[in-house]
DNA sequence: CCTCCTCCTGTGGTCTGACCTCTGGCCGAA
DNA sequence: TTCGGCCAGAGGTCAGACCACAGGAGGAGG
């Protein structure tokens, strides 16, 4: 019958543990502390929340194994690099699926999807799929390029022709693909002269699809996925 | 004093916490659990590896961040879904997905894992195959069959085929469309002389696959999936 | 006979308080 | 001044108890 409202919802609902992780977080946020400084005393913290030492322990190898926090025995607690949360997060959000893996499964994918989306011959669909192509050329003829922003309408062309293929469960897969892939490839960078052909190629697809060519499309599919493959392998061996 | 040789060097240094964390995910794989298996309850777990429950309930709040498991009060500990399936059965979930839309993501992802299946020759994975078909066939010449129990081995014979292919996101993705799938035919029913037509496919489908023949392979997984989807169809027509 | 509600059991959630181990600085001896 | 050991404070681990939730078994009522 005490349904009633806690007046302090933002904190209030949930197991202890996950509580105390985000007091940690606010905490971290509200005195600045920066990577490398030292939290105050597990003893201490847990006094100070009203908790107990061990719920406290909890939530400090929660936010540990998120890259938030490095623990050292019989010296303190402190604030990770952030450069270590981005390669753990990375790690362990793909599960070490690997590049090779993502990409077949993107020719698995997108190949059916050009095929469907020439046959269609949605005409609103296809329309969306020149305007992502459009903007994407806008994009990359600015004089300061944003890559962060390329990539982002990159990866909008792609789901834009799977969207015109028809097939909702076609469309979530290759969503939740590209994501691995945004994540797996984090840092954006290019090789060489890897934009324009990049380009030529989306050309390509857009032109087969507009023609309804579901053959040349699916071609021209393909070869772009691959191209991008070994662009994407060759900036790992760059690494 | 015990700094002799503990039998199992691989993991006996380090905090007991983080020993603890991986001998869990041993267990996982060595037990072969699956995503959604329950582990042992924490006593137990905790008794079995001669530490205390704080100790083990760390390493499990560690692996609950790195999303290897799901903890549910009052339930137990389980093996969580991986990130991708997590996010893809949401998406997918609030959807009405057609049976034609399920069955061409069949095709979509069936045909290459037949085609990968083959080509790997892994024999252990093959040998798992072969073993799914023959506990079909099993089921199916049972006296009184169990419509419930073919279609859940009928499933894992399918399965088998695209674990043997060796790409994780395509296994993963596969076990969601099938989920979806037995949720939209919940009503287990046969077309009359389905049963042995479907049978002789597989037979065909596991041929294929053992002798190496990839286009073979493909060509049987496309019959029989094209086979299931119409019988799929005239049973929604007979409602 | 069936249905609904209650109660019980098992499981995770949290707390208390104790002891061990490691780190690093203090401080006395050489 | 330098080196060494000492020790306070930090995290690491443990034991046992009690609380809170989920789900099924069994009894009461229809």
Redesign the pocket.
């Known amino acids: 019958m005490d349904t009633k409202d806690t007046p302090w919802e933002p904190l209030g609902q949930?197991?202890?543990?996950?509580?105390?992780a985000q007091q940690i977080l606010l905490l971290i946020a509200r005195e600045q502390l920066r990577p490398g400084d030292?939290?105050?005393?597990?003893?201490?913290?847990?006094t100070v929340l009203?908790?107990?030492?061990?719920?406290?322990?909890?939530a400090?190898?929660s936010l540990q194994a998120q890259g938030h926090l490095e623990?050292?025995?019989?010296?303190?607690?402190f604030v990770a690099e952030p450069h270590t949360v981005r390669e753990l997060r990375a790690a362990v959000l793909q599960q070490q699926l690997s590049l090779d893996e993502l990409f077949a499964m993107r020719e698995v994918l997108e190949l059916p999807a050009a095929v469907w989306a020439a046959e269609r011959r949605d005409a609103d669909k296809l329309d969306a799929v020149r305007g992502a192509y459009e903007a994407l050329v806008a994009a990359a003829e600015e004089p300061d390029i944003d890559l962060q922003r390329l990539r982002a309408l990159d990866t909008a062309f792609h789901l834009s022709i799977v969207d015109a293929a028809g097939n909702r469960f076609l469309e979530q897969t290759a969503g939740v693909l590209h994501d691995m892939l945004a994540a797996g490839m984090r840092t954006t960078m290019w090789v060489p002269g890897r934009l324009e052909t990049s380009q030529r190629e989306h050309e390509r697809i857009l032109v087969a699809l507009l023609a309804g060519d579901a053959a040349a499309a699916r071609r021209a599919a393909r070869r772009h996925i691959r191209a991008a493959h070994i662009a994407g392998l060759s900036r790992i061996e760059a690494t």
């Open positions: 949930g197991k202890v543990t996950d509580r105390i030292r939290l105050p005393a597990e003893r201490e913290l847990a009203e908790v107990s030492r061990p719920s406290l322990r909890e400090v190898r623990v050292r025995h019989g010296s303190g607690v």
